[in-house]
């Protein structure tokens, strides 16, 4: 009998642990079976993307007619396929013509759309106005490059291309910037009867034929690259001002000479 006294004791101290439980809890229900969780409802749509859905269903559905119809085609060219194929193709078409035709009347009306007033003008009388403004503004940029910068000139006395260049350098210093002549055998041109004597920069640069031009700052030692051969007036103040804007080609050190 003892024994199963012993047997009961630990079933009643379990008792009030799960009667203090039940009445903590609220009621649960007829014989504490619960109602099934219900899942959360699916969030409704923002009313841009409702309005846009029908277009995407119409769009995808377009695509994939036109791919199956081209791809039935191609299996089976019959007549009656390629025409289908054809027709859906012509619809896209009109649907493509549609929409360029609108992008030009937006952008025509919206001048921060429009390419034609963000970058070079086609009336030839606009791209004159064009030209002399670029050419006054790379004007103002050379003259203010003269107070730090110098052109290298490379040449060879018997070089038929540097005697032709050397006058449009000598006039080409009237803009501020001063022309530095470097001689790559010695002798001399009548527009810089005293040049300076190669020593051994040209090999530096990869100097292999003259006329060559570089755009030096001797305080830094940068020099960058400014084209080889004859080039004009205008050609020279573009390639300048571009090499010395903003985000010019990684110079080449001077002092590699040495």
Same mark, same amino acid.
């Given at each position: 009998?003892?024994?199963?006294?012993?047997?009961?004791?630990?079933?009643?101290?379990?008792?009030?642990?799960?009667?203090?439980?039940?009445?903590?809890?609220?009621?649960?229900?007829?014989?504490?079976?619960?109602?099934?969780?219900?899942?959360?409802?699916?969030?409704?749509?923002?009313?841009?993307?409702?309005?846009?859905?029908?277009?995407?269903?119409?769009?995808?559905?377009?695509?994939? @007619?036109? *791919?199956?119809?081209?791809? %039935? +085609?191609?299996? =089976?060219?019959? &007549? /009656?396929?390629? !025409?289908?194929?054809?027709? $859906?193709?012509?619809?896209?078409?009109?649907?493509?013509?549609?929409?360029?035709?609108?992008?030009?009347?937006?952008?025509?009306?919206?001048?921060?759309?429009?390419?034609?007033?963000?970058?070079?003008?086609?009336?030839?009388?606009?791209?004159? @106005?064009? *030209?002399?403004?670029?050419? %006054? +503004?790379?004007? =103002?940029?050379? &003259? /203010?490059?003269? !107070?730090?910068?110098?052109? $290298?000139?490379?040449?060879?006395?018997?070089?038929?291309?540097?005697?032709?260049?050397?006058?449009?350098?000598?006039?080409?210093?009237?803009?501020?910037?001063?022309?530095?002549?470097?001689?790559?055998?010695?002798?001399?041109?009548?527009?810089?009867?005293?040049?300076?004597?190669?020593?051994?920069?040209?090999?530096?640069?990869?100097?292999?034929?003259?006329?060559?031009?570089?755009?030096?700052?001797?305080?830094?030692?940068?020099?960058?690259?400014?084209?080889?051969?004859?080039?004009?007036?205008?050609?020279?103040?573009?390639?300048?001002?571009?090499?010395?804007?903003?985000?010019?080609?990684?110079?080449?050190?001077?002092?590699?000479?040495?």
């Amino acid at each position: 009998m003892s024994r199963h006294l012993l047997l009961l004791v630990p079933l009643c101290c379990c008792m009030p642990a799960v009667a203090q439980q039940l009445m903590d809890e609220p009621r649960r229900g007829w014989h504490f079976y619960e109602d099934p969780i219900q899942p959360p409802s699916p969030r409704p749509l923002p009313d841009d993307a409702r309005s846009l859905a029908p277009h995407i269903a119409r769009y995808k559905a377009l695509q994939k @007619a036109v *791919e199956d119809a081209r791809v %039935v +085609a191609i299996m =089976a060219p019959s &007549a /009656s396929n390629v !025409r289908a194929y054809l027709k $859906l193709e012509a619809s896209v078409l009109r649907k493509a013509s549609r929409f360029a035709d609108v992008s030009r009347r937006v952008a025509w009306m919206s001048p921060e759309l429009d390419p034609s007033a963000q970058s070079r003008p086609t009336a030839t009388y606009a791209v004159e @106005a064009h *030209e002399r403004q670029q050419m %006054v +503004a790379r004007q =103002a940029r050379v &003259a /203010s490059l003269g !107070r730090d910068h110098i052109v $290298l000139f490379f040449f060879r006395s018997d070089c038929p291309y540097c005697h032709a260049f050397a006058p449009v350098l000598k006039q080409f210093q009237r803009f501020g910037l001063q022309v530095a002549a470097v001689s790559t055998d010695g002798g001399s041109l009548p527009e810089f009867p005293g040049p300076r004597k190669d020593n051994g920069i040209a090999l530096t640069l990869g100097v292999k034929q003259v006329p060559a031009l570089f755009l030096a700052h001797p305080a830094s030692g940068r020099i960058m690259p400014l084209g080889f051969g004859v080039l004009s007036e205008s050609e020279l103040l573009e390639r300048i001002a571009t090499v010395s804007g903003p985000e010019p080609d990684k110079p080449v050190s001077a002092s590699r000479q040495e």
